[in-house]
T-cell receptor, first 113, second 109 residues
């Protein structure tokens, strides 16, 4: 089993440009999470999906961040426009259901110049 | 409010020495506590969870509700234990996994 797949692994963009991250969860996992991990910090939840419904997006900065999970499988996270402070690692995770063990992807390391 | 505190950013020990990575939490209900580990160039993965009461790779952790702690222990550290360790709390009321800031364990030969 491949585990949670994320792409790209690295992304370098200039500020004010748009960027998108993609995540493919483990097959059969209903719950999908996007986390932000700043340098020297633990992951912080941005948004949680149960199937295709975003059930917790309270920490997602909605002025520039958006996410979708069409058909309840793959998910994309978009930033438009990116700011210098968005430089971080963006982690995707999935679990069978909320409260079950979360399995993490390798992350996308974003650098905004 | 849910909060996880890992007071040490770095813990350096010699091979064969005992290890204790500290974790304290704040939560008003009955929490589930986890330890996640990230080895160099690998993804974040679950090491153990308190409800399983198991030992993984020689590590154990006991939930102490009186001291609101969930310290990770290993009697004899190995070089391959060198990694970043994150303590995390799951609160059923919020369905959120809250992570601490992590402790880098460096096991010297």
């Amino acid at each position: 089993e491949a585990g949670v797949v994320q792409s790209p692994r690295y992304k370098i963009i200039e500020k004010k440009q748009p960027v998108a991250f993609w995540c493919n969860p483990i097959s059969g996992h209903n719950t999908l999470y996007w986390y932000l991990q700043n340098l020297g910090q633990g992951p912080e939840l941005l948004i949680r999906y149960e199937n295709e419904e975003a059930v917790d997006d309270s920490q997602l900065p909605k002025d520039r961040f958006s996410a979708e999970r069409l058909k309840g499988v793959d998910s994309t996270l978009k930033i438009q426009p990116a700011e210098l402070g968005d430089s971080a690692v963006y982690l995707c995770a999935s679990s069978l259901d909320p409260g079950q063990t979360q399995y993490f992807g390798p992350g996308t390391r974003l650098l905004v110049l | 409010a849910q909060r996880v505190t890992q007071p040490e950013k770095l813990l350096s020990v010699f091979k064969g020495a005992p290890v204790e990575l500290k974790c304290n939490y704040s939560y008003s209900g009955s929490p589930e506590l986890f330890w996640y580990v990230q080895y160099s160039r690998q993804r974040l993965q679950l090491l153990l969870r308190h409800i399983s009461r198991e030992s993984i790779k020689g590590f154990t952790a006991d939930l102490n509700k009186g001291e609101t702690s969930f310290h990770l222990k290993k009697p004899f550290a190995q070089e391959e234990d060198s990694a970043m360790y994150y303590c995390a709390l799951y609160g059923g009321a919020t369905n959120k996994l809250i992570f601490g800031t992590g402790t880098l364990l460096a096991v010297q030969p």
